[in-house]
């Protein structure tokens, strides 16, 4: 069974600053997706990355960009220039390359911006 | 697009009675998927739908919880006897079902406070 770790419950950074998520996962597939997941107090999850696990090159959107590991099964999000609204739990999913597969999601890491 | 909408936003129930969640999910979506989130947790999944047969149950869900979308729309989620253990958020989400790692959009959950 696939399984994805989050060894961070909490951490903060300052307006403007760079902080870095941590995630692991665990799977004996080859082919799969990686997603990092944003829950504000509005409790309504919102995409905030993906990732083809077959793609080799890092993606990233906007402030946010991930480094993506899979000889390490590592897949952390980096944010840069971080704001006030960014504030919120962040939640690293897997999905395996099947048509309709669940989403298995970590256990999350609290993220506090500090003004 | 007006999102997925789940109803009602939050139910406070006594034990042992049956209550039913609904989802309203994005129009012309037709994966549907129902998550349950416990405090401090990532969601797990428990059910998914394509239109409106249900292809894959997860053994969280016990003969106590039953879905249906009985026209590949809307979607419900019944429990029945609740227990305390019930307490939750439980979470909708829809994809349109074209592309694999295809993003999902969440509702913003059903809180299910248990007495």
């Known amino acids: 069974a696939q399984t994805v770790t989050q060894s961070q419950p909490e951490m903060s950074v300052q307006e403007a600053e760079t902080v870095t998520l941590s995630c692991t996962y665990d799977t004996s597939e080859s082919d799969y997706y990686l997603f990092w997941y944003k829950q504000p107090p509005s409790r309504q999850m919102i995409l905030v990355i993906r990732q083809e696990a077959y793609k080799q090159q890092n993606a990233t959107e906007n402030r946010f960009s991930v480094n993506f590991q899979k000889a390490a099964k590592s897949f952390s999000l980096k944010i840069s220039d971080s704001q006030l609204g960014d504030a919120a739990m962040y939640f690293c999913a897997y999905r395996r390359e099947t048509s309709g597969s669940r989403l298995t999601f970590g256990e999350g890491t609290q993220l506090t911006v500090n003004p | 697009d007006t999102g997925v909408s789940q109803d009602p936003r939050h139910k406070i129930t006594k034990r042992g009675q049956n209550v039913t969640f609904r989802c309203d999910p994005i129009s012309e979506h037709n994966r549907l998927y129902w998550y349950r989130q416990t405090l401090g947790q990532g969601p797990e999944f428990l059910t998914y739908?394509?239109?409106?047969?249900?292809?894959?149950k997860s053994r969280l869900l016990s003969d106590r919880f039953s879905a249906e979308r009985p026209k590949g729309s809307f979607s419900t989620l019944e429990i029945q006897r609740t227990e305390q253990g019930d307490s939750a958020m439980y979470l909708c989400?829809?994809?349109?079902?074209?592309?694999?790692?295809?993003?999902?959009?969440f509702g913003s959950g059903t809180q299910l406070s248990v007495l």
């Open positions: 739908f394509q239109n409106e047969a249900q292809l894959e």
């Open positions: 989400a829809s994809s349109p079902g074209r592309a694999l790692g295809e993003k999902l959009f």
